[in-house]
T-cell receptor, first 119, second 110 residues
Framework: GAVVSQHPSRVICKSGTSVKIECRSLDFQATTMFWYRQFPKQSLMLMATSNEGSKATYEQGVEKDKFLINHASLTLSTLTVTSAHPEDSSFYIC???????????????FGPGTRLLVL | GEDVEQSLFLSVREGDSSVINCTYTDSSSTYLYWYKQEPGAGLQLLTYIFSNMDMKQDQRLTVLLNKKDKHLSLRIADTQTGDSAIYFCAEMDSSYKLIFGSGTRLLVRP
């Protein structure tokens, strides 16, 4: 149980285009989903926290107009990188929290990640 | 702010034990976690420990927590080549966010 999928697994796009990444919890409902960014050989940095049906909460320094997050259902959150530039190239990882059905120790099951390369 | 630190690299021989260390600064952390990341993949939760525990054992994994020194360790017994990966420790802060260390790359030599 507790499987989280991401699509696509990797994407290459031209500078100036927008890219949408999907994060799905396959066998549980996730009231909260998280989006992280990971640079090569570095740790995960939390970008934003999204709760189903409400606006995402962004971490300091993360541009909310550039990284649009939508959490329209209990099993799906999307991250759209708008007007992508080469510096946005990174590994984006989502995670999902079971919420009321689980406890803090079960927090955050992670997706496999999406590698974005902006040319 | 909170900070979590780990050594960057550890190399062991297959069959030996591996010990990965982590220090953290937030004394109010309630849960601490160990995650494994294989190349090009997301994170897999290995184990967790509640802050009022000193030790937790789960098959080949032993977690030790020294709350006074804010030191967490993960011991992997009988390390196998399949254990080669990056290991992240993480603490849950007071707002229920995970703060990750920089990761320790474990290399298991045959």
């Amino acid at each position: 149980g507790a499987v989280v999928s991401q699509h696509p697994s990797r994407v290459i796009c031209k500078s100036g285009t927008s890219v949408k990444i999907e994060c799905r919890s396959l066998d549980f409902q996730a009231t909260t989903m998280f989006w992280y960014r990971q640079f090569p050989k570095q740790s995960l940095m939390l970008m934003a926290t999204s709760n189903e049906g409400s606006k995402a909460t962004y971490e300091q320094g993360v541009e909310k107009d550039k990284f649009l997050i939508n959490h329209a259902s209990l099993t799906l959150s999307t991250l759209t990188v708008t007007s992508a530039h080469p510096e946005d190239s990174s590994f984006y990882i989502c995670s999902a929290e079971p919420g009321l059905a689980g406890g803090p120790w079960e927090t955050q099951y992670f997706g496999p990640g999406t590698r974005l390369l902006v040319l | 702010g909170e900070d979590v630190e780990q050594s960057l690299f550890l190399s062991v021989r297959e069959g030996d034990s591996s010990v990965i260390n982590c220090t953290y600064t937030d004394s109010s952390s309630t849960y601490l976690y160990w995650y494994k990341q294989e190349p090009g993949a997301g994170l897999q939760l290995l184990t967790y420990i509640f802050s009022n525990m000193d030790m937790k054992q789960d098959q080949r994994l032993t977690v030790l927590l020294n709350k006074k020194d804010k030191h967490l360790s993960l011991r992997i017994a009988d390390t196998q080549t399949g254990d080669s990966a990056i290991y992240f420790c993480a603490e849950m802060d007071s707002s229920y966010k995970l703060i990750f260390g920089s990761g320790t790359r474990l290399l298991v030599r045959p």
